[in-house]
């Protein structure tokens, strides 16, 4: 899967956290430390050990870099950047029974929104999955040459 790029400055329009929330019933918003434990334990629960790690990495940052998506007091996604390296979107997942609602590309561009304002111009997806929704989603191209990239030679259990 190759990483993709992204430019923070030609971002679409997205509705704020509370329009979102309002239309949608799910909320959108950046986690806070207390929630590190219900968070990390979801995502291992949910996508493996490997996410808990980097998402742990997001909670040790300061604004915290992740957001999560809850909808009546369940978590049902996540996202988190500069998690894995600096300028890096990812890990980021959505409940499967919860998907093709757009909760992950709000979580994505929520994501992309806060990097953008800490000053980035580009955003990294790194390894990018599904590729086609990224570039449908906010116009990001696959960079060349990109796979394995930063994870080559990563150790695994």
């Known amino acids: 899967m190759p990483d993709m790029l992204v430019k923070l ?3 679409p329009e997205i509705p704020s956290e ?4 309002s239309q949608s019933g799910v909320t959108v ?3 806070i430390a207390p929630e590190k434990h219900v968070v990390t334990k979801w995502i291992g629960e949910h996508f493996g050990p490997g996410w808990v790690s980097e998402a742990e990495a997001a909670f040790a940052r300061s604004p915290v870099s992740c957001f999560i998506a809850a ?3 369940k ?3 996540f996202s ?14 959505v409940d499967p029974e919860e998907r093709g609602r757009g909760v992950g590309k709000m979580l994505f561009l929520y994501a992309m929104q806060a990097m953008r304002s800490e000053g980035y111009g580009y955003a990294i997806i790194g390894g990018a999955g599904p ?3 990224y570039a449908k989603t906010a116009g990001a191209v696959a960079i060349p040459d990109s796979s394995p990239g930063i994870y080559k030679g990563m150790l695994k259990l």
């Not at 509370?18 to 929330?21: D, K, N, Q, R």
């Open 29 to 31: 918003r950046r986690a």
């Open 131 to 133: 590729t086609e929704f």
């Open 75 to 77: 978590l049902i996604g």
């Open 71 to 73: 909808q009546d007091g």
């Open 18 to 21: 509370a329009a979102y929330a």
């Open 9 to 11: 400055y030609e971002l």
């Open 80 to 93: 988190c950047y500069d998690a894995t390296m600096r300028g890096f979107f990812g890990p980021t997942g």
